[in-house]
T-cell receptor, first 116, second 105 residues
Framework: DSGVTQTPKHLITATGQRVTLRCSPR?????VYWYQQSLDQGLQFLIQ???????AKGNILERFSAQQFPDLHSELNLSSLELGDSALYFC???????????????FGSGTQLSVL | GIQVEQSPPDLILQEGANSTLRCNFS?????LQWFHQNPWGQLINLFY???GTKQNGRLSATTVATERYSLLYISSSQTTDSGVYFC???????FGTGTRLLVSP
């Protein structure tokens, strides 16, 4: 068990809908990272939050947004969903992740999103 | 951006065999990690190894940062080693395409 909790484990929805994925980092970790794993794109970094503030942005679509709350849990919001958004979405956390470049990341078990 | 290539893409082993997985990266890095994604999809951090050599049981990893590659060694493979092995570089993790390993009994 990595200590990172993601809910829900599975989500099935229809095109055009909006969903929210939730992540609780390991106790004490300040950084949360979101990744998308799809068959055609592989594992891709979406966005990082550090202590409530956006720290780095990757290949995140404008239809997607995220935030990190004062209790350090994070939510990834996906709107106007398309078939191609079907993927496994991972959250990871690390202790700092501010300007540190030597930290291990610990991953949650992922949320499998199916858009029908 | 930095490119990460892994080889081989697929590997089939008999239980008990040894294997070496390779990760090449296109630029110098301060962070390199190896992950195992098990058949249930979970990503498990095996090593944080930006340079040098580490060992953990039957697994060991070596990164030669000056030559921009890392190797993951699996000895005496077991069926539970099956899955996909990824290397990833940089703090926000740029992942390679992975090596899919199948260990048969």
């Amino acid at each position: 068990d990595s200590g990172v909790t993601q809910t829900p484990k599975h989500l099935i929805t229809a095109t055009g809908q909006r969903v929210t994925l939730r992540c609780s980092p390991r106790s004490g970790d300040l950084s949360v990272y979101w990744y998308q794993q799809s068959l055609d794109q592989g594992l891709q970094f979406l966005i990082q939050y550090y202590n409530g503030e956006e720290r780095a942005k990757g290949n995140i679509l404008e239809r997607f947004s995220a935030q990190q709350f004062p209790d350090l849990h994070s939510e990834l919001n996906l709107s106007s969903l398309e078939l191609g958004d079907s993927a496994l979405y991972f959250c990871a956390s690390s202790a700092a992740g501010g300007w540190a470049t030597n930290e291990k990341l610990f991953f949650g078990s992922g949320t499998q999103l199916s858009v029908l | 951006g930095i490119q990460v290539e892994q080889s081989p893409p697929d590997l089939i082993l008999q239980e008990g065999a040894n294997s070496t997985l390779r990760c090449n990266f296109s630029d110098s890095v301060n962070n390199l990690q190896w992950f195992h994604q098990n058949p249930w999809g979970q990503l498990i951090n095996l090593f944080y190894i930006p340079s040098g050599t580490k060992q953990n049981g039957r697994l060991s990893a070596t990164t030669v940062a000056t030559e921009r590659y890392s190797l993951l060694y699996i000895s005496s493979s077991q069926t539970t080693d099956s899955g996909v092995y990824f290397c990833a570089v940089e703090q926000k993790l740029v992942f390679g395409t992975g090596t899919r390993l199948l260990v048969s009994p």
